[in-house]
C-alpha cells in the first residue's frame, strides 16, 4: 500500500514539474521576408515563439551583454509580409536590465534589436536553467544577449 502511495505521490509531482516547464516559450530565428519579387532574403533578424501564448502571459527579458544605444522591440506577431500588429519598445538598455512584457491578448511573440538604422542579426537561441538565451550580432559593436523566460496566465 506504500509504495502504491508512494508511485502516486511522485507521478503528482511529475505532473506539476512537467506543467511548469509548459510555460517556458520555444523561440525560433526568422528572417524578414524579401519585400521584392527576386529581391535576397536577408539573414534571421528576429526571434519568434512557435506558438501562441496566451492572454495574460507574462515575457521577462533579462539582458545580459549589451552595446551601448541598443533598443528590443517586443512584438505582436503576425507572420508572412505583415509582420506584426503592435509592438512596444524598450530603450536604454544595459546589462542586468529586467523586462516585464505581459500579453494583451493571445498572441505569438516576435523580439527584434536595433542599434540606430542597423537590425541586430539572430546568432543563437541556447536554452539553459528554465529560460532561453537569445544571442543577436551588431557586427563590430558587439552582441546583444538575453534571457527569456515566458510565464502563463
Same mark, same amino acid.
Given at each position: 500500500?506504500?509504495?502504491? &502511495?508512494?508511485?502516486?505521490?511522485?507521478?503528482?509531482?511529475?505532473?506539476?514539474?512537467?506543467?511548469?516547464?509548459? +510555460?517556458?516559450?520555444? !523561440?525560433?530565428?526568422? *528572417? $524578414?521576408?524579401?519585400?521584392?519579387?527576386?529581391?535576397?532574403? @536577408? *539573414? *534571421?533578424?528576429?526571434?519568434?515563439?512557435?506558438?501562441?501564448?496566451?492572454?495574460?502571459?507574462?515575457?521577462?527579458?533579462?539582458?545580459?551583454?549589451? @552595446?551601448?544605444?541598443?533598443?528590443?522591440?517586443?512584438? !505582436?506577431?503576425?507572420?508572412?509580409?505583415?509582420?506584426?500588429?503592435?509592438?512596444?519598445?524598450?530603450? $536604454?538598455?544595459?546589462?542586468?536590465?529586467?523586462?516585464?512584457?505581459?500579453?494583451?491578448?493571445?498572441?505569438?511573440?516576435?523580439?527584434?534589436?536595433?542599434?540606430? #538604422?542597423?537590425?541586430?542579426?539572430?546568432?543563437? &537561441?541556447?536554452?539553459?536553467?528554465?529560460?532561453?538565451?537569445?544571442?543577436?550580432?551588431?557586427?563590430?559593436?558587439? #552582441?546583444?544577449?538575453?534571457?527569456? +523566460?515566458? +510565464?502563463?496566465?
Amino acid at each position: 500500500m506504500r509504495a502504491i &502511495i508512494s508511485m502516486i505521490s511522485i507521478g503528482l509531482v511529475g505532473c506539476a514539474v512537467a506543467a511548469a516547464a509548459e +510555460t517556458t516559450a520555444t !523561440w525560433e530565428a526568422q *528572417p $524578414f521576408f524579401a519585400r521584392k519579387a527576386g529581391q535576397q532574403v @536577408p *539573414p *534571421p533578424a528576429f526571434f519568434a515563439t512557435t506558438e501562441a501564448l496566451p492572454a495574460g502571459a507574462e515575457v521577462r527579458i533579462k539582458v545580459v551583454e549589451c @552595446p551601448q544605444g541598443v533598443c528590443l522591440d517586443v512584438h !505582436w506577431f503576425l507572420g508572412g509580409p505583415v509582420f506584426t500588429a503592435g509592438s512596444e519598445e524598450y530603450a $536604454f538598455l544595459t546589462a542586468g536590465k529586467m523586462i516585464s512584457h505581459k500579453l494583451a491578448n493571445e498572441m505569438r511573440v516576435a523580439i527584434t534589436a536595433s542599434l540606430g #538604422d542597423e537590425h541586430g542579426r539572430c546568432q543563437d &537561441i541556447v536554452r539553459k536553467d528554465g529560460h532561453d538565451v537569445l544571442r543577436y550580432s551588431f557586427d563590430k559593436l558587439g #552582441d546583444l544577449v538575453i534571457e527569456v +523566460t515566458v +510565464t502563463g496566465k
